[in-house]
């Protein structure tokens, strides 16, 4: 309460879920002072919480006088439960693609998944409909996870164990290292009852590479690919197969793709991007801009 006083901040923005303890004290003492009080969610399924947590949810919503959303899900959720206040879907944190890209001809279909190595990432889903590839292709998986002894019985079971590379996980600031070892990265990711893919760092630093991406309809994965990349429905295994094999059959498509998708995150998610965006936002919420 102190620091609001003696800085006197013009609007404060508070990255928490609003059933949280930090969301709820912090807009609650913005308030008293009169500063109004943006808050950015990332929950994009609905939750039963408990009672006290439903109350801090409710309190701190009925304070806020902007919402954000890092994607069109949360942003959904947010203003359903706080209507008629201005929102916005911006990513929390942008990043910073290199100022060029280096995409290496390769002599077969080199295919990429980055994720923890459990049953809602799908990668059971990406091994069944590369069994059905024709032509030459191989498989690097990045991440590791309590199923990864289960993939690789899978993998072997399916006599694609020889074309699949496992790399362990890999530190995110060294998986720029990983791009150009790619033609296209898979992320078919499954939706369960109480999770979604909310965000994926890795693809959208593939994108912002010039990596081709593919991706399931599950969550935000639709949203941050739009145009620029391939989406197939959820464990649909035929439908993953025939995305990865137009990407084989059709280089000068991948190639496409991957332009597109360096330029969507140019565009979208780079920090220039989400800060203009943020601050045409914040000056909005204070009546400065229209829009």
Do not use: Y
């Amino acid at each position: 309460h102190r620091l609001f006083a003696d800085f006197r901040p013009e609007l404060v923005q508070v990255d928490a879920e609003p059933w949280t303890p930090v969301a709820a004290t912090t807009t609650a003492r913005a308030a008293r002072l009169g500063i109004p009080t943006v808050l950015f969610g990332w929950q994009s399924v609905s939750q039963d919480l408990p009672f006290l947590d439903r109350w801090r949810r409710a309190r701190t919503l009925g304070k806020v006088k902007a919402l954000v959303g890092g994607n069109r899900l949360a942003t959904d959720l947010l203003s359903r439960e706080r209507p008629g206040v201005p929102v916005a879907t911006i990513p929390q944190l942008g990043l910073l693609p290199p100022l060029e890209t280096l995409r290496p001809d390769h002599t077969e279909l080199a295919i990429g998944f980055v994720g923890r190595l459990v049953p809602e990432k799908g990668l059971d889903c990406l091994f069944r409909a590369c069994v059905k590839l024709l032509g030459r292709w191989r498989l690097t998986v990045v991440g590791t996870g309590p199923a990864q002894e289960s993939l690789e019985q899978l993998a072997e079971r399916l006599g694609i164990a020889s074309r699949v590379t496992w790399r362990g996980a890999i530190p995110t600031g060294e998986l720029r290292g990983l791009w150009p070892e790619l033609d296209c990265l898979v992320i078919p990711s499954r939706t369960t009852p109480h999770w979604v893919e909310t965000f994926h760092p890795a693809l959208v630093e593939a994108m912002g590479h010039g990596v081709t991406v593919v991706g399931s309809d599950s969550g935000a994965l639709p949203e941050l690919i739009d145009t620029a990349g391939l989406v197939v429905p959820e464990d649909d295994v035929g439908a993953l197969t025939a995305a990865l094999q137009h990407l084989a059959d059709a280089p000068r498509e991948r190639a496409r793709l991957g332009r597109e998708a360096r330029l969507r995150v140019m565009g979208e998610f780079v920090d220039d991007a989400v800060a203009r965006r943020t601050l045409e936002f914040w000056e909005r919420v204070l009546g400065r801009r229209s829009g």
